[in-house]
């Protein structure tokens, strides 16, 4: 039998990860079904958490090109993808208080505009902000949580509970 007969099984077929498969949930997913189904969830995420829709957008895109390259390895995609968007977020959010040490330069005022309860949000703790977008913007459940952050759920619990009670407290009157 020459190499040409050998019947091209799925073990012995390189597949680009265009045509890979990956489980999600119980079903076949393939990445484009992924990037359509979870690329604005994902984006409204980032923008939570890091405040300018160019960079939650850079964020996202650099995501899904790190699930992409991994896409035929996966065994959870969508909740890989969700690591490396709060992973990105944590990068920028990092660079940003780095430039925040800096002293400012006179006469570069930015426009205000405020929504207290965005800005309450963005004052909190960086693992706190990321409870409540995963709680109330993706509406995971703790145990989504807790597989997306890598901690335990009573951890999830627990600082959703204290960050609420910041929220609560920030915003009374």
């Known amino acids: 039998m020459s190499t ?9 077929r390189a597949r680009s990860p265009r045509e890979t498969t990956a489980s999600s949930g119980g079903a076949a997913m393939t990445f484009e079904e992924l990037y359509q189904t979870q690329y604005r969830p994902m984006l409204r995420v980032a923008h939570a958490l890091v405040d300018t829709p ?7 895109q650099d995501s899904f090109a790190a699930v992409y390259e991994r896409f035929g390895r996966l065994d959870h ?3 890989y993808l969700r690591t490396t968007v709060l992973n ?6 990092r660079r ?3 430039l925040r040490r800096q002293p400012i330069p ?8 405020f929504n207290h309860v965005v800005d309450a949000i963005r004052r909190l703790p960086h693992k706190q902000r990321s409870l409540i ?6 509406q995971l459940t703790d145990a989504e949580i807790a597989e997306t952050l890598g901690i335990p759920i009573g951890t999830v619990k627990s600082g959703l509970h204290r ?11």
Do not use: K, S
Not at 4 to 12: G, H, K, S, V, Y
Not at 88 to 93: I, M, P, W
């Open 96 to 98: 940003r208080m780095l």
């Open 4 to 12: 040409a007969e050998i019947p091209l099984t799925p073990l012995t």
């Open 133 to 138: 977008v995963l709680r109330y913007d993706l």
């Open 163 to 173: 960050a609420i009670a910041a929220l609560r407290e920030e915003l009374a009157p």
């Open 88 to 93: 990105g977020c944590r990068r920028v959010l």
């Open 54 to 60: 160019e960079r939650a957008e850079e964020v996202v």
């Open 77 to 79: 995609p969508a909740a």
């Open 106 to 113: 006179p006469g570069e005022d930015g426009a205000l505009g």
